[in-house]
């Protein structure tokens, strides 16, 4: 979905858009979109500044990093950004943008606005760092393989032994 700036009224535009599955590109190993992606925004300008304040929800499918399963989250964020013409490259303005860079600024090219493409920004400064299942997801035994979420294997209990086994033998050592 673009938005031609020249075609923009005095008035703030209420967008709601739903992208169809697959027309966001997003590309992640471990992580992929699994609904339709939802935006609902108000756009201002001045000029050919824009200021977008709405919220974008979809759902996202993810491989836990730790037991390997695939789980699905419900994902919503909302934002609150303004959008400039890019500026020419000089080492002045390379200042500008670094500054620019919290304030939730970006840059566009001043004629067509790329609403697809802001919205997977925004998906992407919200993902998490580490894909997790649960907080306190076991994962797979580094041995055998087991999901460790639904049962003991004998590995970790063989290790356990092993290391109860050098205590004793340490302790028996001390006794002598
Ligand atoms: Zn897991
Ligand atoms: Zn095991």
Redesign the pocket.
């Known amino acids: 979905m673009f938005i031609e700036i020249e075609n923009l009224r005095s008035e703030p535009l209420h967008v709601h858009h739903v992208f169809p599955v697959g027309e966001i590109r997003f590309i992640h190993e471990d992580a992929a979109l699994n609904e339709p992606v939802e935006t609902d925004f108000i756009l201002t300008h001045k000029d050919r500044d824009l200021y977008l304040d709405g919220t974008v929800q979809t759902a996202i499918r993810f491989r ?1 990093s ?4 695939e ?1 699905f989250r419900t994902f919503s964020t909302s934002f609150d950004l303004s959008y400039l013409p890019q500026p020419k490259w000089t080492n002045e303005n390379a200042e500008i943008e670094l500054k620019y860079e919290d304030m939730g600024v970006g840059y566009y090219d001043g004629v067509t606005f790329d609403v697809g493409l802001m919205v997977l920004e925004q998906i992407e400064l919200a993902m998490p760092m580490n894909f ?3 907080e306190d ?1 076991k ?1 797979l035994c580094y041995k055998c393989g087991a999901d460790l ?1 639904e049962k003991a294997c004998q590995c970790v209990k063989e290790e356990s032994d092993y290391r109860l086994s050098v205590l004793v033998d340490f302790k028996k050592k001390m006794d002598k």
């Open positions: 836990c730790r037991c390997d399963k789980f997790i299942c649960r997801c994962g979420n």
